[in-house]
């Protein structure tokens, strides 16, 4: 497998502009998380879906983010207007079964810049 | 509160030396711990897991070991090649929230520069 597949790789726009993130997950995994990397904060978990259901978007920092899982294959992480605060890497990631057991499998995140 | 501390924040070593990372949490309920490594620019991709009942884990020249009643754990490189600069993240997984999910923590990083 190619593993988790992100585009794009890079994103410049300016403030004000909206921004959407792809991701593809592994085939057969049933869960798919969205992360932010700062230097500041670290890694923060945005969001993440089981079945394509979103379970848990309490990480999602305001209403100016959504993301959704139309198909098993495919998701978006959509921030509409975008602000220079959101310049961070994003990384999708994800895993087969509870993660508590399950690795997780990170895509080579998409490194967004807002002027 | 639940936290995950990593030291030292950076470390620089020469190439053939052996190292070790630390890492502390807080986290409660434990599940599991986990190490990842981050080169630049790239995804974080998985080194070990390991278990409470799991003293010490290897992969390859990692080798990492877990004392879940200090709630420590220590990443150790052996024979350290100039590919091993790279960020190394502790994360545990914690307490079980909504979906059938394990929260979890993510330390800040312990960033390794493997100089020739």
């Known amino acids: 497998d190619a593993g988790v597949i992100q585009s794009p790789r890079h994103e410049v726009t300016e403030m004000g502009q909206e921004v959407t993130l792809r991701c593809k997950p592994i085939?057969?995994?049933?869960?798919l998380f969205w992360y932010r990397q700062t230097m500041m904060r670290g890694l923060e978990l945005l969001i993440y879906?089981?079945?394509?259901?979103?379970?848990?978007d309490s990480g999602m920092p305001e209403d100016r983010f959504s993301a959704k899982m139309p198909n098993a294959s495919f998701s978006t992480l959509k921030i509409q207007p975008s602000e220079p605060r959101d310049s961070a890497v994003y990384f999708c990631?994800?895993?087969?079964?509870?993660?508590?057991?399950?690795?997780?499998?990170f895509g080579e995140g998409s490194r967004l810049t807002v002027l | 509160k639940n936290q995950v501390e990593q030291s030292p924040q950076s470390l620089i070593i020469l190439e053939g030396k052996n190292c070790t990372l630390q890492?502390?949490?807080?986290?409660?309920?434990?599940?599991?711990l986990r190490w990842y490594k981050q080169d630049t620019g790239r995804g974080p991709v998985s080194l070990t897991i390991?278990?409470?009942?799991?003293n010490t884990k290897s992969n390859g020249r990692y080798t990492a070991t877990l004392d879940a009643d200090t709630k420590q754990s220590s990443l150790h490189i052996t024979a350290s090649q100039l590919s091993d600069s790279a960020s190394y993240i502790c994360?545990?997984?914690?307490?079980?929230?909504?979906?059938?999910?394990?929260?979890?923590?993510f330390g800040a990083g312990t960033r390794l520069a493997v100089h020739p």
């Open positions: 990631a994800s895993s087969f079964g509870q993660q508590n057991t399950g690795e997780l499998f």
């Open positions: 085939s057969g995994h049933d869960y």
């Open positions: 879906f089981n079945n394509n259901v979103p379970i848990d």
């Open positions: 890492c502390n949490y807080t986290v409660s309920p434990f599940s599991n």
């Open positions: 390991m278990t409470f009942s799991e």
């Open positions: 994360v545990v997984s914690g307490e079980w929230v909504s979906g059938g999910y394990n929260k979890l923590i």
